[in-house]
């Protein structure tokens, strides 16, 4: 998978391939990434990459030329084609699935806006995709794509041992429900236990108790993922007789 970036703080990516997770798998050679500075490629002294906008308002617009020769760059520079997203307010909620579909791609050209936006012009005419963090403002499109990556890159095959994503929030072998929680040692910490299921050695107990964990964290914090699991027919009767069974306590 590679990753090309339009960016004004190229430097702001570093750490993803020196550290941790994603530095680990981008030493492997599991992902690439290569960033572009839309500053190197306007002629002016003052490296100009945005201008008023048209209509008034508040804010700058970030310039439709700077960004088409920037990718352009980008994809002369690859192997092979891949889709153009921009990262904006407007996109569609980046989730699970989506870092899912990146991981299994050979990658994408991702465009990092700033200031008030993007000439609307060169987003028609090049983006093929829109991805949003959430509902909330950052300051632009640099720190919503750090984690975008980290998810993607998690999944690649090799970046984790034992796959061990495989029983995170939100995969599919979970049915999309967040995650139980979790003990290790000691037994007993600041007089609180480890629960008793857990040093049975009983593995269906342990498999069944997990589950139910599942259910119920998601039912208080995320009950929206339980309808999500059910409309989508990832709930067992069992699971839904637990559902049931919390409603009545």
């Keep these: 998978m590679r990753i090309d970036i339009l960016t004004l703080f190229p430097e702001y990516f570093a750490p993803l391939c020196t550290s941790g997770i994603t530095g680990r798998a981008h030493d492997r050679g599991l992902w690439q990434l290569k960033t572009w500075n839309m500053r190197d490629f306007v002629q002016d002294v003052h490296r100009t990459v945005d201008d008023r906008p048209y209509g008034g308002g508040p804010g700058m617009v970030m310039l439709a030329q700077p960004l088409a020769d920037a990718l352009v760059a980008a994809q002369s520079d690859r192997a092979a084609a891949a889709p153009v997203i921009l990262l904006a307010p407007s996109g569609k909620p980046f989730d699970q699935a989506c870092a899912q579909s990146l991981a299994q791609s050979p990658g994408a050209i991702v465009i990092c806006g700033r200031y008030e936006g993007i000439d609307q012009r060169f987003i028609d005419r090049h983006v093929n995709d829109c991805w949003s963090i959430g509902d ?54 600041q007089a609180q236990g480890v629960p008793e299921v ?9 498999a069944r108790w997990r589950r139910e964990q599942s259910l119920a964290l998601t039912l208080v914090k995320r009950p929206d993922l339980i309808e999500k699991a059910r409309a989508a027919g990832r709930l067992t009767p069992k699971d839904e007789a637990f559902l049931a069974s919390l409603a009545h306590s």
């Excluded at 909330?136 to 998810?151: I, K, T, Y």
């Excluded at 970046?159 to 939100?170: C, E, G, I, R, V």
């Excluded at 857990?198 to 342990?206: E, F, Q, V, W």
């Design 136 to 189: 909330f403002v950052v300051s632009g499109g640099e720190p919503a794509l750090m984690p975008m990556l980290d998810a993607a890159v998690r999944l690649l095959p090799g970046a984790m041992q034992h796959d061990s994503h495989d029983q995170d929030s939100f995969q599919d072998s979970l049915s999309g429900l967040l995650d139980s929680p979790h003990y290790t040692r000691p037994e007993i910490w």
């Design 198 to 206: 857990l040093t049975s050695g009983h593995h269906d107990r342990i």
